[in-house]
């Protein structure tokens, strides 16, 4: 089993910053790649970026040059910097753990950015 939780999100005013953390445990060895998605109200969930475990990355076009994802494995953390943040970013943002059959999902951390 592994589990998730998010943390980091909160209320910022467009133009600023964020960073969102997600901690992984249980079967660590399990997990193939680990990214996020996000979903905003009325909306269905959109992926925004992953991470391989050999650490390559790729970005929804929507996010692109304005988000990293980056990976501790040492410290079993993935993070989302995300910057120059615009209202259209606020959603609730979820964690995943790719799986070979499934995927996991943390609990979501709330991003709200103000106009």
């Known amino acids: 089993q592994v589990q998730l939780v998010e943390s980091g999100g909160g209320l910022v005013q467009a133009g600023g910053s964020l960073r969102l953390s997600c901690a992984a445990s249980g079967s660590i060895f399990s997990i193939n790649g680990m990214g996020w998605f996000r979903q905003a109200p009325g909306l269905q969930r959109e992926w925004v970026a992953s991470i391989a475990g050999a650490g390559s990355t790729n970005y929804a076009d929507s996010v692109k040059g304005r988000f990293t994802i980056s990976r501790d494995n040492a410290k079993n953390m993935v993070y989302l910097q995300m910057g120059s943040l615009k209202p259209e970013d606020t959603a609730v943002y979820y964690c995943?753990?790719?799986?070979?059959?499934?995927?996991?999902w943390g609990q979501g951390t709330q991003v709200t950015v103000s106009s």
């Open positions: 995943y753990a790719a799986q070979t059959t499934r995927m996991v």
